[in-house]
């Protein structure tokens, strides 16, 4: 099941549920993957013009890498076959929308429990 409170986003295909993370790591794999960093991988997939499967494949195995231990590539590719282009489009979305508030607000509350000091000089 789906937890944006978690950041994570589940869905089910060939009888299995599986679930989309891009938690710090994820979006480390991701760059080192494409070469490239995650703001202009965000804008290659709002491009249709831009957008190529590769680059959909590699983001949707990323998500997968955190609860998914041993995640492949091909694999990945295997998933968006079973579950269709479209709707992998809208669960990397969907994912990485609800990895953004979570972080946002992961900061703000983080910082509200732990206001800086004053500091005399």
């Keep these: 099941m789906s937890n ?3 950041g994570t986003v589940t869905f089910e295909a060939d009888g ?4 989309l993370k891009f938690s710090t790591n ?12 995650i703001e202009k991988v965000g ?3 709002a491009d249709p013009n831009a957008a190529k ?3 959909l494949r ?3 195995w990323a998500a997968l890498t955190d609860h998914h231990e041993g995640m492949t590539v091909k694999t990945a590719g295997d998933l968006i076959d079973a579950i ?4 992998a489009g809208r669960l990397v979305s969907e994912a ?19 206001p800086q000091k004053a500091t005399t000089a």
């Design 96 to 114: 990485f929308n609800t990895s953004r508030a979570i972080g946002k607000q992961g900061g703000a509350a983080k910082a509200a429990k732990n």
């Design 53 to 55: 499967l590769k680059t």
């Design 84 to 87: 269709g282009v479209a709707e």
């Design 4 to 6: 944006p409170h978690r």
């Design 43 to 45: 804008s290659m997939l």
């Design 16 to 19: 299995a549920a599986y679930t």
């Design 26 to 37: 994820a979006l480390i794999e991701l760059e080192e993957a494409l070469g490239t960093g």
């Design 58 to 60: 590699l983001v949707f």
